[in-house]
């Protein structure tokens, strides 16, 4: 079964600043993909970044990075220069090529201005 | 339309009622799953349609659940004598034609709350 998981429910970064939220997840299967979704106070589930694994580039979205080790089974998001807007719970999720999709717990990121 | 849409945004019911959710999809989108969100958790996924085809109810909880899409673009999520356990945020999400990796644009959600 694919389980993916969050380690950290909760950080804080102060505006302007670089956080790196962490994601691991459990698969043996070689083709899959890797989404960020961010869900603010309001609960839409918006696309923040994805990877396709047989990409060895990292995946850029403006401020949002990932750092993918797929030897590692690691998928981080970097954000860089914090808004306030950033402030969300974020959502790790794995897709099988089968479309079925596997989130984690989430983090809750402030922004702290 | 612009994005998923869903209704109604909110829920009450009492233990034992039936309730229908509905979702409609991003138009010309031929996949829609449905999630149930619990609070503080992240999404779990409930079933999957391509067009009007059912082609995974594995996360169904159980056979109180029922979903359909008949004309393969709005579903109705239907919960019969629900329960307390219920209670939960249900995501509907859409997508483009085929498998691989396609994005999931998510609905805001209905949250319902069974008393």
Redesign the interface.
Known sequence: AQTVTQSQPEMSVQEAETVTLSCTYDTSENNYYLFWYKQPPSRQMILVIRQEAYKQQNATENRFSVNFQKAAKSFSLKISDSQLGDTAMYFCAFMRVSDQFYFGTGTSLTVIP | GAGVSQSPRYKVAKRGQDVALRCDPISGHV?L?W?QQAL??????LT?FQNEAQL?KSGLPSDRFFAERPEGSVSTLKIQRTQQEDSA?Y?C?S?LAG???????????T?LLVL
């Open positions: 996949s799953f999630y503080g958790q992240g999404p779990e996924f999957y995974d945020v995501l999400a997508s498998t691989g990796g396609k994005t999931q644009y998510f609905g805001p959600g949250r």
